[in-house]
């Protein structure tokens, strides 16, 4: 039987999420075990797990949602064995760490997550242009990748404007006028930290 066990984190700083995949000799120096966000312009720390007595793990997990620091014990089978567990945040009533045998059942966990981020967050959203840092959050990362030429027409223009429309980011190209609809959302937000490049018109 090999020791391994999936795991998936969300970094609280820039809300990327990780899978990885660890086998239990990496928990067995005494030295805790730090999850680590992957991106170069973040590498933030996300969770770490150590190794505390023979059948005992302590994990602690900085929150995405509220900026604390949740912690948790485990025994070496809850690690091992076991197909599912998380760590939840209390504040939020969402799974913020995710680890188990079954990778399936760890990636719905992790999908239901990203739903609780995308309703706490149009719960709490007051809709002034400019005061919410989502905002901002997205319109850096459309600005990157406009300045990396990654943003573009389906009529060949790379001249695109971005216009605030209530919840909503407008791309539109000032060529033809074709646009497309951004919804601010952290989802939204996540999908276009990973994404390589939007075309419009489509
Ligand atoms: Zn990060
Ligand atoms: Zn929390
Ligand atoms: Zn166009």
Not at 7 to 36: M, T
Not at 74 to 98: E, H, K, L, M, Y
Not at 150 to 165: A, K, P
Not at 180 to 199: D, F, H, P, Y
Request: contains cysteine.
């Amino acid at each position: 039987m090999e020791f391994e066990t999936n795991f998936a984190y969300i970094c609280p700083d820039c809300l990327r999420i990780y899978g990885c995949k660890l086998n239990v000799f990496r928990f067995s120096g005494g030295q805790a075990h730090k999850f680590i966000c992957r991106s170069k312009d973040c590498l933030a720390d996300c969770a770490s797990i150590k190794k505390t007595a023979p059948d005992q793990y302590n994990i602690e997990v900085l929150c995405p949602f509220c900026d604390e620091k949740h912690s948790k014990r485990a025994t070496f089978s809850g690690i091992w064995q076991r197909p599912q567990s998380t760590v939840r945040c209390p504040n939020a009533a969402a799974d913020i760490f995710f680890y188990g045998q079954d990778r399936d059942a760890i990636n719905g966990l992790v999908n239901r997550t990203t739903e609780v981020f995308e309703r706490s967050f149009s719960n709490g959203y007051t809709g002034v242009p400019g005061s919410d840092p989502m905002i901002s959050e997205i319109l850096m990362n459309l600005e990157r990748l406009m300045s990396d030429h990654q943003i573009s027409c389906v009529c060949g223009s790379e001249n695109i404007s971005f216009e605030l429309r209530g919840s909503s980011i407008l791309l539109i190209c000032r060529k033809c006028g074709s646009c497309k609809e951004l919804r601010i959302s952290k989802e939204n937000l996540m999908r276009l930290i990973n994404a390589s490049g939007i075309v419009l018109g489509h």
